[in-house]
Every structure is written in C-alpha cells, then in structure tokens.
C-alpha cells in the first residue's frame, strides 16, 4: 500500500485537491482511503462519504496535533492494509505552521493558497520546507505577477520542492499531481521510520493543564520574550 501524507494551513483546499486527485486517478472505489486528522471538529467526512470514499477521522482534542499524529499514524496505516487499500492519504492541518508531520521515505504534500499573501510561504516553517512537493491553490483568483511572487517565495523556502497548481474547483492540475503519486513506495508498516523534522515541543504546565498566569506556575519547557527598553 502506498501512503501520501498531505498537510497545509487550515481553509488551504486539502480537502477538496484530495477528492478531485482521487477522481482523476480513476481508480476502483474503495481503493483509495483517506485518514482526516484535526484539533476540535470536522465535517471533511461528509465529503469523502459523498464520493464513496473510506475514511476514518481523529480529533487530537487538547493534545498537540502532531504528536497525535505520530501516536496514530502506523495504526492507520495498519487500517489501510487490512482494508485492502491501495493508497492511503493522510490529511492534517498546520495550525501553528509549525507543524511537520513528514516521515523519511514517504510522499509528502503541503498545500497552501495564494489568497493567504505573498509572504506566507517565508512564515511557514517545516511544514513547507521539509515538503516533497507544494501544491498551490485559489491562483485563479490573483493575478500573474502574484503568482509568480508566491511561486518565487516558495522556491526561497524549499528550493528541492516541485511546484504544482491546482483548482480544488475543476480539479485543472491534479493530473500531474497523480503521475508524482504513482511513484510513491509501497510500504507495511511505520515501525521505526522517522520524521523529517521534530514536532513542536509540548512539555509545560501548561500542556498538563494549568491555567494561571505568573512566573510561578510556569514549569518546564518554558520560553520568554525579550524586551527592549524604548
């Protein structure tokens, strides 16, 4: 079973480049299942269950996104094989654009719009830059010369990364999209594989449920601003 693994900030358009690149691949229904992982609530489901597609979704509730996603992302592998998958697609939102949930040796995707600003690529951290291909959305609503800039910043960003536009709409792009997807390695499990990058740190007394403000009850992996006198 291959396995793509597809993040971007939140309202990208993850969702619909994955429904239209599994309607271009022309693949048998049930073939292809999608894993939807997020923070709070989502209605992603409704979708693939519109298009025949299987799907499972996980909510990582007040638990940091990506460490959920690296506690369950070989069992939803191990979902795909025993449901006779021949692709699995994950999808995670970067809520901090800190977010990288990219392994060694798997196809990895970010998606971002380019109604999000020029610069928005500059401010995405691992998510973008650890990316084996960026796939761009919303281009038919800017102009050339914004498309360009986006492109340009990207390349400034993760320079290895291929470049492909897609309409989430008409799906106009998502042929190519599918020719990179065919490539990806068929794997078993995720046993010992790594990721790209660290997820972000989560130890503070916070993550274990404080809630008052001072000095006092800030414990662990902690971090303070600088400020300048004016």
């Known amino acids: 079973m291959k396995l793509i693994t597809i993040a971007g900030p939140p309202s990208s358009g993850k969702t619909s480049v994955i ?18 992982f997020d923070c709070l609530t989502s209605f992603d489901n409704l979708s693939y269950e519109e298009a025949g597609i299987p799907s499972q979704t996980g909510f990582s509730g007040k638990i940091c996104p990506d460490h959920y996603f690296v506690s369950n992302i070989d069992d939803a592998v191990q979902w795909g094989i025993q449901s006779g998958f021949d692709m699995l697609i994950t999808e995670s939102a970067g809520l901090c654009n800190r977010c990288s949930p990219y392994i060694n040796g798997i196809l990895s995707i970010c998606v971002i719009d380019n109604l999000s600003g020029v610069n928005t690529p500059r ?20 102009s050339q010369a914004e498309r ?16 492909v536009g897609v309409n989430g709409i008409t799906g106009q792009g998502t042929f190519l999209l599918s020719k990179y997807l065919q490539r990806a390695r068929d794997i078993q499990t995720l046993k010992n594989m790594k990721l790209r990058f660290t997820t972000p740190a989560a130890v503070c007394s916070y993550c274990t449920g404080e809630t008052k403000i001072g000095e006092a009850y800030q414990m662990g992996m902690m971090k303070k601003m600088e400020f300048k006198q004016l």
């Open 148 to 163: 360009e800039v986006f492109a340009f910043n990207i390349k400034q960003v993760n320079s290895g990364a291929k470049i």
């Open 19 to 36: 429904l239209k690149l599994i309607q271009c691949m022309n693949k048998p229904q049930g073939s292809i299942g999608v894993v939807k």
């Open 123 to 142: 401010k995405i951290g691992p998510m973008l830059k650890f990316a084996d291909i960026v796939v761009v959305t919303k281009g038919d609503i800017v």
